[in-house]
Structures are given as structure tokens and as C-alpha cells.
């Protein structure tokens, strides 16, 4: 299945360092560090559930690591390493990551646009790939103000095609990172919306998009 949360496109995010006198340059410096991921025992707690419009949803929250997000009820709640959960159903993976980072809120990376270059670079980068278009690019904030970025893009590789939605925060100098990959095949019209022809996309967008951040 596809990847973890923690997209190997997003890892440049964690590798990022803020020059000592604030001041941000036009290109980012790339820092060559491993990041330790720390894989946490989550206290996690599930809320009360909630209905939308294509099914009902429950809230996931997990206290310890200062998220919470809606999933399907349906999907299995699992562990993959690397993410800090992972959930599954639909022909989607969605997964969460959440890493350590010297920096305080994604303004310090550069715009939505920017990243998302930066993502589908990476993702070009790969022997597997063969193409990669960036369909979204947008920003919102969250509860508590909270900067953050929901990307969408479309990925052909050798191994197959996806729909790829990821939400990039930084809050308390931690970068959380929810990636949702769907299976797909583009369509003549050059759509990609999910094996199910966009029931599936529909709700990983739902989850992906009710991702934030609590207060400590």
C-alpha cells in the first residue's frame, strides 16, 4: 500500500533549520540530518461522533501529541512505523506523522504553493514516478489560529496512479503531516477521483481537512 504519513516528499519540511537572526532567505538551506522520528505510545481518546454528509464520522484526538481529526467509522485504526496512526479503508491510506522541528509555524517555510513545488520535486524524484501534477494548493486556520496548508496531487508510477491529499501544520515546534493517498485511474477527462468513482476521494478530503491542532 502507499506510503506512510510521513510522505518522503514532506521530509525536506523536517530537515529545515532558521538562520540565528530570523531572517528567512529567498531559497530555503537544506540541513543533511536524519530526524529521529519518535514513535510515542499515543494516549489517544475517540470523541463523540459526528454525521457528514457521506457517512458518519468520529473524532479521533490524540492528547499527548496535540491533534485531532474526523475519520470514517468504518476504517481500521492501525500502526505502520514512521506514522503516529495510521487508518485504512476505501482503497485510501490515510496516515499522521507528527516530528520534532526548530522552526514555529509554516510562514517560516514559504506559501502553499511553494511547498507543494517543493513536494512534487521530490516526488519527481523518485525512480518510480513517471508524472505528477499539483491540482490544490491552499491554506486555513485552525481553532487556535494555526497556520496550516492542504495540498492535492495527482501521481503516476510504475506501480500504479494515485490521488494524494496532505496537511502540513507546525504548532509548538512540531510539524504534523496527514497524508491520504487514494487509489485511482485517470479518466479520458483527466480526472482521478478513487476506484469508486469519487465517493472515496470525498471522504478522504473530509478527513484530511478536519485535521488540527488542540490546545495543550
Given at each position: 500500500m502507499a506510503g506512510t504519513a510521513q510522505s518522503q516528499g514532506l521530509q525536506w519540511l523536517t530537515q529545515q533549520t532558521v538562520p540565528e537572526n530570523n531572517a528567512w532567505p529567498h531559497k530555503l538551506a537544506l540541513e543533511r540530518r536524519a530526524l529521529l522520528l519518535t514513535l510515542l505510545a499515543a494516549a489517544c481518546t475517540p470523541a463523540a461522533q459526528a454525521e457528514a454528509a457521506d457517512g458518519a464520522l468520529v473524532e479521533y484526538v490524540n492528547v499527548k501529541e496535540g491533534y485531532r481529526l474526523?475519520?470514517?467509522?468504518?476504517?481500521?485504526?492501525?500502526?505502520?512505523?514512521g506514522a503516529d496512526v495510521l487508518f485504512l479503508g476505501d482503497g485510501t491510506e490515510v496516515g499522521i506523522t507528527v516530528s520534532p522541528i526548530r522552526i514555529k509555524s509554516?510562514?517560516?517555510?514559504?506559501?502553499p504553493q511553494f511547498v507543494g513545488d517543493k513536494l512534487l520535486g521530490a516526488?519527481?524524484?523518485?525512480?518510480?514516478?513517471?508524472?505528477?501534477?499539483?491540482?490544490?494548493a491552499s491554506e486555513r486556520r485552525g481553532a487556535h489560529q494555526v497556520l496550516i496548508y492542504d495540498l492535492d496531487y495527482f501521481v503516476s508510477t510504475t506501480r500504479g496512479e494515485k490521488?494524494?491529499?496532505?496537511?502540513?501544520?507546525?504548532?509548538r515546534n512540531r510539524l504534523y503531516i496527514?497524508?491520504?493517498?487514494?487509489?485511482?485511474?485517470r479518466s479520458a477527462a483527466?480526472?482521478?477521483?478513487?476506484e469508486d468513482g469519487g465517493p472515496a476521494l470525498a471522504r478522504a478530503?473530509?478527513?484530511?481537512?478536519s485535521f488540527d491542532t488542540v490546545a495543550a
Open positions: 474526523l475519520r470514517p467509522t468504518a476504517w481500521e485504526q492501525t500502526s505502520k512505523a509554516l510562514e517560516q517555510f514559504g506559501t516526488e519527481r524524484a523518485k525512480e518510480s514516478t513517471k508524472s505528477v501534477e499539483l491540482l490544490g490521488r494524494v491529499l496532505s496537511t502540513v501544520a507546525v504548532d496527514v497524508n491520504a493517498s487514494i487509489k485511482c485511474r483527466g480526472t482521478c477521483t478513487g478530503r473530509a478527513v484530511a481537512q
